[in-house]
């Protein structure tokens, strides 16, 4: 089976090159992507495809639950590099519907390692608890969290020191929550974009805004 990833591999790159021999020495020269995708690493949620976007146009970090932890020094270098490094003028936090490891945090269940990963969205679901009890099916109640997840990433994104810095150094710079559907394949802007420090204070100091939210649901 490993060998057949090689082939192909090499199947994929002459095809790129037959339908544009110049695609590697330009992907070679550069990496100028506008955009930092914070997503999950759900390997059914493929970041730049599922935005069009080839490789070189979105610098992108995964993890399980699409966390923005300000104690993750992986997360941290890589919102360093794409903020003042490559300049991105677009952070985008990402979860998607019937997310496992949001369901895992709303178990309740012991699963080892993750649970200490995931304790964040677990804190979530109790501060949220009496909205959440309220959604009798799991399925809902799970998606519910994840949309209640990404707009709490967002807010932590906002908060961050590299961001709020590079706001006050004058830098363009939005952070956007948004949402995906594995059953259709398509995104869900959840409608929370934070564009400076203004919009930052007023969602940090009213807390995640679940109104805006509340109509959109997963197909």
Known sequence: MIADLFEANLRWAAAKSRGDPEYFRRLAAQQSPEY???GCSDSRVPANEIVGLDPGELFVHRNVANLAPPQDANFLSV???????LGVKHVIVCGHYGCGGVRAALSGERHGLIDHWLQPVRS??????RELDAILDMDARVNDLCERNVLAQVADVAANPFVQDAWRRGQALSVHG????????????????VHGPRD??????AGVPRGRVRKRRAP
């Open 36 to 38: 930092l995708w914070i």
């Open 79 to 85: 919102l360093q590099f794409a903020v003042e490094v």
């Open 124 to 129: 979530l679901s109790w501060r949220h608890a």
């Open 178 to 193: 948004w949402i995906y559907s594995i059953q259709d394949g398509l995104l869900r802007d959840l409608e929370t974009s």
């Open 200 to 205: 930052a204070a007023a969602l940090l100091g």
